[in-house]
């Protein structure tokens, strides 16, 4: 398992330089010169020059991607002008917020998803699977920034049960009952979509496991059903639903960014959401390039799972 | 619904309403149902129901836009690259499975940022980041097709690669497209809509859904309505949008919708008419089945697989059960443990009793105990039907357990037990395997031992031979021939080949078309078979040693069970038919040991 990982993990190499590539020639794309969008239009020729000289970027591309990429592998991922502090810690202490948030919103998704899924597939055209089928369609066609604003409207308006947004209290906050106070309703609006995808898919592996010859011999060693169910068939769904999960990470990290603005939450997303809007492109730059680092390392150990759960696949 | 909103959405320029950025800031935040505004108004006294009608337009126009961009694109790298082949392929991929590697908005995100915020450059987000999809899995369907016979043809007609693309191989791909299309629509309207919901989008004071639903955030607590009214707006279309895309799909894709499938229920329905027929195996047999009528319901359709199938067992006799694949000789030792996949089988008459005790009705609590513990099966295919992520001694720790409560190590050595028990080599080693780490015939023995695993009184043997190679069909049959003797077994040996039951079984019984043809011991049957069809049916083996001899095959096949003909079933293919022979019921007469269901049998009978 040791020498699969490693192997995982070399193989992802090129792929986070290819995300590097990807996110430098976007990057490029950007109309007009850098040094002005920073300084603004009043800045006089001298300072562009020298601001262009400082970026480095009178220098040919390759050069400056090579020159980026070697700043980066050293941790120094530039400054961030809006925030006046290096990318990386602006980053790594947003990213944390995020973590809380979609790390919750994927457990849940999984969770309820899954079960979901399951009973939808036992009960197959019977109320429940009716009423769940439906309960997916509402989930992944609301929008998730409508579903939260509805949610604060109900349970932090009308309710009063729950604080309206943020992260903590601003007064006496701070503790861990705070913490998930804070982070109920949100962490549910951004498991909604993810959780409608999840159970749709569980729905149709159960389905098909279900029909395995297998599932006949566990009924024909005289096991109880539930046994049957969530030991024998749900096991195998996993293989084909692991890989979905993996997806849905990235869906729920993508989610996160609408949520964290409707919740004020002090994530990544709403992050990279103000740096565009203030342009602060250093900023926008480094959180892609960590944010889909993390990602792909997230699916390397969805893979990693999936090996673990299936001994059919070669390690 | 779609289309309502669809016409209102075209009609918008004709309809008689206000001016969507006309404002009015004395009438900031009218309530809904205000005389002027039929849905209030903003924070800038703009007329709520005007922007929503206009939004609802500029939204839907984004996301089928940024769709179709994505789709167009996609399907031309997914084609390119599923017909060259190669390294354009290899490379075209590449660049997919990099995209796929970031998560989904941040791409978006980072396109934003380069291209600035604004309609037009969301747009090219969405679909830039949607694209992969289409390209992956049109890219998917090409390949197949690639090598399909007509590209050949067009190929050696000196068509050139473009044309070929375009001709030949778009029109094939493009339902895929489609279904893709109205699956992923709903998903980049909320996309886009998402995108000025963060104000990267439409910039004021052009306003899409998710823009409105942005600059309502502000106001949120103090004047919901104005957040809720586009809220409930971009559900209803992208709802809309996703029930039609699953319409569309099963309209295309039949193998998603209507024939999904269904999962079989933890017993096999019995919806009994009329009173349990009388048993006529008389006391005493351990396993009497009596008029089983086990049928398959699907649809109208209903194909009565064991049309009356009456079988007693005794205690520790093997009884051959023969037939060709479809005579319902599988169903019928299903029915017996309820078994059968169900839906679509439905147990519609008859009884099975397992020492004068009714099972058919018992509840489902009483079934599982039996299941296993008195009657146990094993199966043709070892391969399916060993779990692959269990290890076998997990699997059968579990099969003890699930009858005699006993610690994991108990049941462990017990497993071992039971693995030397059916001639495993080094038991202990091969515990601890998964299934796909043993031979065919390894497989089987587990399956044996499985079945072994609660000292049950009656195995059930569906072909346990058939997918094994004949040595190893040997070895297995010897081993449950033994293992019936040491053990008292009785065995119900499901098989197609009289090579087998001549080995095996006393008695043997014959079906076709789902009823017993004819019965009695193995010898005289063999020796003098009173049924045409036996008859033809012993033809058709091989005598042992006889090398190749030319098999006789029966003409013309056995009839559909939904159509079977009146009277005899293999009328059509008996050389003895004559007219009475499909003019009533042919019953099953008993003379002595013999049974058989036929007006005029072989001479020798
Ligand atoms: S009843 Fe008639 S048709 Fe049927 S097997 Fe006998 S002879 Fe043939």
Same mark, same amino acid.
């Given at each position: 398992?040791?020498?699969?990982?490693?192997?995982?993990?070399?193989?992802?190499?090129?792929?986070?330089?290819?995300?590097?590539?990807?996110?430098?020639?976007?990057?490029?794309?950007?109309?007009?010169?850098?040094?002005?969008?920073?300084?603004? /239009?009043?800045?006089?020729?001298?300072?562009?020059?020298?601001?262009?000289?400082?970026?480095?970027?009178?220098?040919?591309?390759?050069?400056?991607?090579?020159?980026?990429?070697?700043?980066?592998?050293?941790?120094?991922?530039?400054?961030?002008?809006?925030?006046?502090?290096?990318?990386?810690?602006?980053?790594?202490? &947003?990213?944390?917020?995020?973590?809380?948030?979609?790390?919750?919103?994927?457990?849940?998704?999984?969770?309820?998803?899954?079960?979901?899924?399951?009973?939808?597939?036992? &009960?197959?055209?019977?109320?429940?699977?009716?009423?769940?089928?439906?309960?997916?369609?509402?989930?992944?066609?609301?929008?998730?920034?409508?579903?939260?604003?509805?949610?604060?409207?109900?349970?932090?308006?009308?309710?009063?049960?729950?604080?309206?947004?943020?992260?903590? =209290?601003?007064?006496?906050?701070?503790?861990?009952?705070?913490?998930?106070?804070?982070?109920?309703?949100? /962490?549910?609006?951004?498991? =909604?979509?993810?959780?409608?995808?999840?159970?749709?898919?569980?729905?149709? =592996?159960?389905?098909?496991?279900?029909?395995?010859?297998?599932? &006949?011999?566990?009924?024909?060693?005289?096991?109880?059903?539930?046994?049957?169910?969530?030991?024998?068939?749900?096991?195998?769904?996993?293989?084909?639903?692991?890989?979905?999960?993996?997806?849905?990470?990235?869906?729920?990290?993508?989610?996160?960014?609408?949520?964290?603005?409707?919740?004020?939450?002090?994530?990544?997303?709403?992050?990279?959401?103000?740096?565009?809007?203030?342009?602060?492109?250093?900023?926008?730059?480094?959180?892609?390039?960590?944010?889909?680092?993390?990602?792909?390392?997230?699916?390397?150990?969805?893979?990693? /799972?999936?090996?673990?759960?299936?001994?059919?696949?070669?390690? | 619904?779609?289309?309502?909103?669809?016409?209102?959405?075209?009609?918008?320029?004709?309809?008689?309403?206000?001016?969507?950025?006309?404002?009015?800031?004395?009438? !900031?935040?009218?309530?809904?149902?205000?005389?002027?505004?039929?849905?209030?108004?903003?924070?800038?006294?703009?007329?709520?129901?005007?922007?929503? *009608?206009?939004?609802?337009?500029?939204?839907?126009?984004?996301?089928?836009?940024?769709?179709?961009?994505?789709?167009?694109?996609?399907?031309?790298?997914?084609?390119?690259?599923?017909?060259?082949?190669?390294?354009?392929? $290899?490379?075209?991929?590449?660049?997919?499975?990099?995209?796929?590697?970031?998560?989904?908005?941040?791409?978006?995100?980072?396109?934003?940022?380069?291209?600035?915020?604004?309609?037009?450059? %969301?747009?090219?987000?969405?679909?830039?980041?949607?694209?992969?999809?289409?390209?992956?899995?049109? +890219?998917?369907?090409?390949?197949?097709?690639?090598?399909?016979?007509?590209?050949?043809?067009?190929?050696?007609?000196?068509?050139?690669?473009?044309?070929?693309?375009?001709?030949?191989?778009?029109? $094939?791909?493009?339902?895929?497209?489609?279904?893709?299309?109205?699956?992923?629509?709903?998903?980049?309207?909320?996309?886009?809509?998402?995108?000025?919901?963060?104000?990267?989008?439409?910039?004021?004071?052009?306003?899409?859904?998710?823009?409105?639903?942005?600059?309502?955030?502000?106001?949120?607590?103090?004047?919901?309505?104005?957040?809720? @009214?586009?809220?409930?707006?971009?559900?209803?279309?992208?709802?809309?949008? $996703?029930?039609?895309?699953?319409?569309?799909?099963?309209?295309?894709?039949?193998?998603?919708?209507?024939?999904?499938?269904?999962?079989?229920?933890?017993?096999? @329905?019995?919806? !009994?008419?009329?009173?349990?027929?009388?048993?006529?195996?008389?006391?005493?047999?351990?396993?009497?089945?009596?008029?089983?009528?086990?049928?398959?319901?699907?649809?109208?359709?209903?194909?009565?697989?064991?049309?009356?199938?009456?079988?007693?067992?005794?205690?520790?006799?093997?009884?051959?059960?023969?037939?060709?694949?479809?005579?319902?000789?599988?169903?019928?030792?299903?029915? *017996?443990?309820?078994?059968?996949?169900?839906?679509?089988?439905?147990?519609?008459?008859?009884?099975?009793?397992?020492?004068?005790?009714?099972?058919?009705? %018992?509840?489902?609590?009483?079934? !599982?105990?039996?299941?296993?513990?008195?009657?146990?099966? @094993?199966?043709?295919?070892?391969?399916?039907?060993?779990?692959?992520?269990?290890?076998?001694?997990?699997?059968?720790?579990?099969?003890? +357990?699930?009858?005699?409560?006993?610690?994991?190590?108990?049941? !462990?050595?017990?497993?071992?037990?039971?693995?030397?028990?059916?001639?495993?080599?080094?038991?202990?080693?091969?515990?601890?395997?998964?299934?796909?780490?043993?031979?065919?015939?390894?497989?089987?023995?587990?399956?044996?031992?499985?079945?072994?695993? $609660?000292?049950?009184?009656?195995?059930?043997?569906?072909?346990?031979?058939?997918?094994?190679?004949?040595?190893?069909?040997?070895?297995?049959?010897?081993?449950?021939?033994?293992?019936?003797?040491?053990?008292?077994?009785?065995?119900?040996?499901?098989?197609?080949?009289?090579? @087998?039951?001549?080995?095996?079984?006393?008695?043997?019984?014959?079906?076709?078309?789902?009823?017993?043809?004819?019965?009695?011991?193995?010898?005289?049957?063999?020796?003098?078979?009173?049924?045409?069809?036996?008859?033809?049916?012993?033809?058709?083996?091989?005598?042992?040693? %006889?090398?190749? +001899?030319?098999?006789?095959?029966?003409?013309?096949?056995?009839?559909?069970?939904?159509?079977?003909?009146?009277?005899?079933?293999?009328?059509?293919?008996?050389?003895?038919?004559?007219?009475?022979?499909?003019?009533?019921?042919? *019953?099953?007469?008993?003379?002595?040991?013999?049974?058989?269901?036929?007006?005029?049998?072989?001479?020798?009978?």
């Amino acid at each position: 398992m040791g020498g699969y990982i490693l192997r995982r993990l070399i193989a992802a190499v090129p792929v986070l330089l290819g995300i590097t590539v990807i996110v430098f020639l976007v990057m490029s794309l950007i109309p007009g010169d850098p040094a002005t969008a920073i300084l603004g /239009a009043y800045a006089t020729p001298e300072n562009v020059e020298k601001l262009n000289r400082d970026l480095g970027l009178d220098r040919p591309m390759v050069e400056r991607y090579v020159i980026w990429l070697g700043n980066m592998l050293q941790g120094d991922f530039g400054r961030s002008f809006s925030r006046n502090r290096p990318v990386i810690d602006e980053v790594a202490e &947003r990213f944390s917020a995020t973590l809380v948030l979609a790390g919750t919103s994927f457990v849940l998704c999984a969770f309820f998803g899954i079960i979901a899924g399951v009973i939808s597939a036992v &009960r197959q055209y019977g109320f429940a699977d009716r009423l769940i089928t439906f309960a997916v369609l509402v989930g992944i066609s609301v929008p998730p920034f409508f579903l939260g604003m509805i949610m604060i409207l109900v349970f932090a308006v009308h309710l009063r049960w729950l604080p309206v947004s943020g992260m903590y =209290a601003i007064y006496g906050g701070g503790d861990l009952a705070d913490l998930l106070r804070h982070l109920v309703m949100p /962490a549910l609006a951004l498991a =909604a979509v993810a959780a409608g995808v999840v159970a749709r898919l569980a729905r149709s =592996a159960m389905l098909e496991v279900l029909r395995q010859d297998h599932i &006949r011999t566990a009924r024909a060693k005289g096991l109880p059903e539930r046994r049957v169910i969530l030991g024998h068939a749900l096991r195998s769904a996993m293989v084909s639903i692991i890989p979905v999960l993996g997806l849905q990470a990235g869906f729920v990290l993508s989610g996160a960014v609408y949520i964290e603005t409707v919740f004020q939450w002090p994530g990544v997303g709403r992050m990279l959401v103000d740096a565009i809007l203030t342009r602060d492109l250093m900023l926008v730059q480094g959180g892609v390039v960590l944010v889909a680092a993390a990602y792909v390392l997230f699916n390397i150990a969805v893979d990693v /799972a999936q090996a673990l759960l299936d001994p059919r696949i070669k390690t | 619904m779609l289309a309502l909103i669809l016409l209102l959405a075209l009609a918008t320029p004709f309809l008689p309403l206000q001016d969507p950025n006309a404002t009015a800031t004395a009438e !900031r935040f009218a309530r809904p149902l205000s005389p002027d505004h039929l849905l209030g108004t903003d924070h800038l006294g703009r007329d709520l129901l005007a922007r929503l *009608v206009h939004g609802t337009r500029l939204s839907l126009a984004m996301g089928l836009a940024a769709a179709l961009l994505a789709a167009v694109l996609g399907s031309i790298l997914g084609i390119v690259a599923g017909f060259l082949g190669g390294r354009a392929d $290899n490379l075209i991929m590449r660049g997919i499975d990099m995209l796929m590697g970031f998560p989904y908005v941040l791409l978006a995100l980072a396109i934003v940022a380069a291209l600035g915020p604004g309609l037009v450059n %969301a747009l090219i987000a969405v679909a830039a980041v949607n694209m992969p999809f289409f390209a992956r899995n049109i +890219r998917g369907v090409t390949v197949a097709l690639a090598g399909r016979e007509f590209v050949d043809a067009a190929r050696l007609s000196g068509m050139g690669n473009l044309r070929i693309m375009a001709v030949e191989i778009l029109p $094939n791909v493009l339902p895929v497209i489609v279904i893709a299309l109205t699956t992923t629509t709903g998903w980049m309207i909320l996309e886009t809509a998402g995108l000025s919901f963060l104000g990267l989008g439409s910039q004021p004071p052009q306003a899409d859904l998710g823009s409105m639903l942005g600059e309502a955030r502000a106001a949120l607590i103090s004047h919901p309505h104005v957040a809720v @009214v586009p809220g409930v707006m971009i559900f209803l279309v992208v709802m809309s949008i $996703n029930l039609f895309g699953d319409g569309v799909r099963d309209a295309l894709d039949p193998r998603l919708g209507a024939g999904a499938p269904t999962r079989p229920l933890p017993a096999t @329905v019995v919806d !009994r008419t009329g009173p349990p027929p009388p048993s006529q195996a008389g006391h005493g047999a351990l396993l009497a089945i009596d008029d089983l009528r086990t049928e398959f319901r699907i649809g109208r359709r209903v194909l009565p697989a064991a049309g009356g199938v009456s079988l007693s067992l005794g205690r520790g006799e093997a009884l051959g059960l023969v037939g060709e694949s479809g005579s319902g000789k599988s169903v019928t030792a299903l029915s *017996v443990m309820r078994l059968v996949a169900s839906p679509p089988g439905v147990i519609a008459g008859g009884t099975v009793r397992l020492d004068d005790t009714e099972v058919l009705d %018992a509840p489902l609590r009483i079934l !599982r105990g039996l299941r296993g513990r008195r009657v146990a099966y @094993v199966f043709q295919d070892p391969q399916g039907t060993l779990h692959p992520l269990y290890r076998i001694g997990e699997q059968l720790t579990e099969a003890i +357990r699930a009858h005699q409560p006993m610690s994991l190590q108990a049941a !462990r050595a017990r497993a071992i037990e039971l693995l030397r028990d059916v001639r495993m080599p080094r038991p202990e080693d091969r515990i601890d395997d998964y299934p796909h780490q043993l031979s065919g015939g390894q497989r089987q023995r587990v399956g044996i031992a499985m079945a072994l695993a $609660n000292d049950p009184d009656v195995i059930m043997a569906d072909e346990p031979t058939t997918a094994l190679d004949v040595t190893v069909q040997a070895q297995i049959l010897a081993l449950l021939d033994q293992l019936r003797r040491e053990r008292g077994l009785a065995i119900l040996f499901i098989t197609h080949d009289f090579g @087998v039951v001549a080995q095996l079984c006393e008695r043997l019984a014959v079906m076709y078309a789902g009823r017993i043809v004819e019965e009695g011991p193995t010898a005289e049957v063999l020796a003098a078979p009173a049924h045409p069809y036996t008859r033809r049916l012993i033809a058709c083996v091989p005598a042992p040693g %006889a090398g190749r +001899r030319r098999l006789e095959t029966i003409p013309g096949l056995p009839p559909p069970l939904d159509a079977l003909p009146p009277g005899c079933a293999f009328a059509p293919r008996c050389h003895r038919a004559r007219p009475a022979c499909s003019d009533g019921e042919v *019953v099953l007469r008993r003379t002595g040991m013999r049974a058989v269901r036929c007006l005029y049998p072989e001479a020798a009978a």
